[in-house]
């Protein structure tokens, strides 16, 4: 009833820059919380950056004053600008989105994903 569609990920150097989108589509009434994750091969999936619908956020520890997350309530976009990448930032990012849909269920919906690869 939700969709999820995430672009921007590929391949960066080391100290490099990329940005993630993610667009929600479908049935929805309104959005509460918009939220990037991420999984690295073998490890579990972390909570990157967080941002509620009065733009409030909150940064994993590992990526705070690097990455910077916001969103267009307008188009129900996310965004994740990604500053100074390092290695270690190499994983699978997520969407994930909560609200409520116009039939007053809440719902929460993830991205199919997207590969970011820091390697030089």
């Known amino acids: 009833q939700v969709q999820l569609v995430e672009s921007g990920g590929g391949l960066v150097q080391p100290g490099g820059s990329l940005r993630l989108s993610c667009a929600a589509s479908?049935?929805?009434?309104?959005?509460?919380?918009m939220n990037w994750y991420r999984q690295a091969a073998g490890k579990q999936r972390e909570l990157v950056a967080g941002?509620?619908?009065?733009?409030?956020?909150n940064y994993g520890d590992t990526v705070l004053g690097r990455f910077t997350i916001s969103r267009d309530n307008a188009k129900n976009t996310v965004y994740l600008q990604m500053n100074s990448l390092k290695p270690e930032d190499t994983a699978v990012y997520y969407c994930n989105v909560n609200g409520r849909l116009a039939t007053r269920q809440d719902f929460g919906s993830w991205g199919q994903g997207t590969q970011v690869t820091v390697s030089s």
């Open positions: 941002i509620t619908g009065g733009g409030k956020v």
């Open positions: 479908g049935n929805i009434f309104s959005i509460y919380a």
